[in-house]
């Protein structure tokens, strides 16, 4: 029984190095793309949000009421495994059709439809959940959050356990209950 304890504290212990690993690559992302040069040859910073181990770069600001815990959003999403960047190679799921044919998939592997979700419902990731939170309509955004957030220990599909995600968000609408 010792032995299945220690067993069981070392992979906790691991997996929880995993994660420490991963939100301080997501920091150090956010942190070198946080700077971008705006119109005038200046540069801006951009604003982050941090929700419960989720972060949210805010690309591009929107309007309106910002998305409560029992809200409705609907979007279009690119979503990557992270290892410190993002490149086409590491998408995994998308419903926009121009960022399909940019990774070179065909566009009948492509459901481009909006996609909606309420953020009560508790089937969708907990890293995602809490980076939608706040939004509004309108807003682009990447979201990262380590795998204590996405999937945890375990794969999913094309997705390897213990993966960091990106998710890159264009917000359409938001309502609130």
Known sequence: MTIGI???SCLKTQLETTYNKQETQIDQ???KNMVVKNEEGGQDTLRVVRNGGANRLVLKEGTGEELN???HVSFYYAGYTFSG?????N????NMLSVAEEAGWKAEDVEDDLYEVSLSDAEFIEGLRKGLE???AGEECEILFSAKYGFGNKALGIIPAKTAL???IWVTGVTND
């Open 6 to 8: 220690f067993a069981t």
């Open 85 to 89: 960047s993002v490149s086409a190679a």
């Open 166 to 168: 990106l998710y890159r």
């Open 91 to 94: 998408l995994f799921a998308t």
């Open 134 to 136: 706040g939004v509004r």
């Open 29 to 31: 992302y956010i942190s």
């Open 69 to 71: 815990g029992n809200g």
